[in-house]
């Protein structure tokens, strides 16, 4: 296994965030129209990309954006 630094482990960290927060957006879009990008800035003060991960599944399973709310509050 090759050695990473902690700047290419932030830039990996930094790149799977992003790309989280894009399916967030795509996903809250999809499911919940313009309303749904209105939790956006929220969502994206969020540094853990676990916690983005189950927000990301959750948009499936969710009936209300209070609902994804709840998840990471």
Known sequence: M???????????QKGMR???L???AMGLELKFGSEG???LPEISQIQ???ILRVILTSIKTVN??????????
């Open 2 to 12: 090759p050695y990473i630094s902690s700047v290419e482990r932030r830039s990996i």
């Open 18 to 20: 992003e790309g989280l």
């Open 22 to 24: 894009e399916g967030i």
């Open 37 to 39: 990008l209105t939790i």
């Open 48 to 50: 853990d990309v676990d």
């Open 64 to 73: 209300t954006l209070e609902e994804l709310r709840q998840i990471y509050h």
